[in-house]
């Protein structure tokens, strides 16, 4: 497929994208797409446990180092997005730079990546709203918040809201993206509440010692602690900005407003979240962190317990807009696969009147429902981060690749530095994969190697570029 081929197909420039879906999301809408993904388990889970069992107050450490690999991912995510474009994200970016091989292994790669995750914050949504529902005293029996393999029937809270957020999706790109916004603003409202009341709790001891654990170290069991370690655990509370370049086809102005998106949004992210850990440390000791709330935990041993019950207003929010988004991320990858012959051309079907891939809407919902509902995920969602990180080394590798067989290919928005840039990202990405532990790498690869095999027996037969 050329490059002009590719650009035309997905940069129509008419009110709608060349498939169907409508172009309707502006700049700010994709920033608080980025945001409605990125702010969620990050920062009011993820922070107090790494600072309890890896990094210390050093977590703010932590945050910088994943910040860095995930910004030079962002900006090859950028110039790729602006250039290229197409709804696939990364599996786009792969096909026109790798081919169609490399290009369906990162897209069955980010089918794992988004569902699971999805299923994995439903789960952690369930917990905060069944906790709730128990404060205003109508408590769901355990048998109806528990997976079988708890002792319950279903958990059912989990598998609601991803029903719920799918009737959402199908009414619409802009109507998601209005519900998202809305949401945004209930948790920004929510963290600024709590830096309000942090900023005059802190106490300078809490961060002493600053990094008790050390850079890296590796423990008697396997465990390993330390900032870098940190960093690899935190590098979850980033996943999702790579979400907004699967709007490429639903911007009004791709070229121009993807770079702010996924740019504007990481960076505000990251800053919220140097900014929160560092007060939160600073509060409340970090061995006090361990939690499953840790945010709103330190807020009633602080003695604010008004700002406790409105920072669980916020998680909730919160946690709704990074399934929402991730949710609608899959739908696209879906949909940009199925378009170019990899999956079956079931999924290529777009309503008429919503303008939105109903059919993938529909089925991805259903399954990733049964999964939140019935199986619990535990360590499974480790595989989110390899998942993420493989497919942000693959689009800075991409960058390189494109700068040099294609350098006259028209780019809007330019990775500054490059190749440095580029470069930086594929070692930190990369580094941060070899913190995680053997089991996800083993579970990563099987999940690779089963793709492997519907390539070639399907895909390869049934794919655009061969027929063409």
């Known amino acids: 497929m050329s490059m002009q081929i590719f650009r035309t197909k997905h940069f129509s420039s008419n009110g709608h994208s060349g498939h169907g879906l409508k172009r309707c999301l502006s700049a700010w809408d994709l920033a608080f797409l980025g945001i409605g993904a990125i702010i969620g388990t990050g920062i009011f889970v993820l922070t107090g446990v790494a600072a309890a069992t890896q990094s210390g107050p050093a977590v703010v450490l932590s945050f910088v180092i994943a910040g860095f690999a995930c910004t030079f991912a962002a900006l090859s995510y950028a110039e790729l997005a602006s250039s290229i ?173 993807l770079p702010f998106g996924i740019v504007a949004s990481l960076m505000f992210c990251t800053v919220i979240y140097i900014v929160v850990s560092g007060l939160l440390t600073g509060a409340v000791h970090y061995t006090e962190l361990n939690v499953s709330s840790p945010v709103a935990h330190a807020l009633n041993l602080l003695g604010y317990t008004w700002a406790s019950a409105l920072i669980s207003t916020g998680v909730i929010a919160g946690l709704s807009t990074v399934m929402l988004v991730l949710y609608y991320a899959l739908t696209r990858i879906i949909f ?103 089991i996800t790498w083993l579970r990563f690869i099987v999940w690779l190697v089963v793709g492997l095999i519907f390539y070639f027996v399907y895909s390869i037969h049934n794919s655009k570029l061969a027929k063409a």
């Open 85 to 257: 474009g197409g709804c696939g994200s990364a599996y786009g970016y792969s096909y026109v730079a790798f081919g169609e091989l490399c290009a369906f292994i990162i897209g069955w790669d980010l089918l794992l990546e988004y569902s699971i995750a999805v299923a994995t914050v439903a789960n952690g949504w369930s917990g905060y709203f069944s906790n709730a529902l128990t404060a205003i005293g109508i408590p769901l029996p355990d048998a109806l918040t528990k997976a079988p393999e708890l002792g319950g029937i279903i958990n059912l809270p989990a598998s609601a809201i991803i029903l719920l957020l799918m009737g959402l999706l199908i009414l619409g790109a802009k109507q998601s993206a209005k519900a998202n916004n809305a949401m945004v603003f209930v948790k920004l409202i929510t963290i600024a509440v709590f830096i309000a009341v942090a900023a005059f709790n802190v106490h300078p001891e809490n961060w002493q010692p600053f990094m008790p654990f050390g850079w890296f170290q590796t423990l008697p069991d396997g465990e390993t602690t330390g900032v870098l370690a940190g960093a690899s655990l935190v590098f979850f509370a980033y996943v999702g900005f790579d979400a907004v370049s699967t709007a490429t086809e639903e911007a009004k102005n791709p070229q121009r407003d």
């Open 336 to 438: 940009a696969m199925s378009r170019d012959g990899l999956l079956m051309p079931f999924f290529t079907k777009v309503n008429p009147k919503t303008q939105t891939p109903v059919r993938v809407i529909v089925i991805s919902g259903i399954i990733m429902s049964l999964i939140a509902g019935f199986i619990p995920l535990g360590e499974l969602a480790e595989l989110v981060n390899i998942g993420t990180l493989a497919a942000f080394v693959l689009v800075c590798l991409g960058v390189i690749v494109l700068r040099i067989t294609k350098p006259d290919m028209p780019r809007p928005f330019r990775t500054p530095f490059s190749p440095l840039f580029p470069v930086l990202g594929v070692l930190s990405c990369g580094a941060l994969m070899a913190f995680l532990p053997s």
